[in-house]
């Protein structure tokens, strides 16, 4: 599956964005889908999971303030994202995978298929 991730853009601290990664195969609703993101100098790390009945998971720091969906029909997974801080400044990367499912969904390893990055710009 060739995954495309888009939204990104430069907003101001508060702002809000919404990112879209969007799935070339009709079967995207087999797959888990996750957000992971990678900052300047950083390594990167995960964002938030949904998994293909749709449960979601989120790493700590963004939890209540992103919230990850996915539209079968569309082949879509989207990431909105509210009061946006600088340091959530990074290229954010989506990927999937279609495999049994596990308890590590948090590892970048656990994923088959990427998507190029979008990049996303918090100003202070």
């Known amino acids: 599956v060739q995954l495309q991730a888009s939204g990104g853009g430069l907003v101001q601290t508060g702002g809000s964005l919404r990112l879209s990664c969007a799935a070339s195969?009709?079967?995207?609703?087999?797959?888990?889908v996750s957000w992971f993101r990678q900052a300047p100098g950083k390594e990167r790390e995960f964002v938030a999971v949904i998994s293909r009945s749709s449960a979601m998971h989120y790493a700590n720091s963004m939890k209540g303030r992103f919230t990850i969906s996915r539209d079968n029909a569309k082949n879509t997974v989207y990431l909105q994202m509210n009061s946006l801080e600088p340091q959530d400044t990074a290229v954010y990367f989506c990927a999937a995978r279609n495999r049994a499912w596990s308890s590590d969904w948090y590892e970048s390893w656990f994923y088959d298929y990427w998507g190029q990055g979008t990049l996303v710009t918090v100003s202070s």
């Open positions: 195969e009709r079967a995207f609703s087999t797959y888990a």
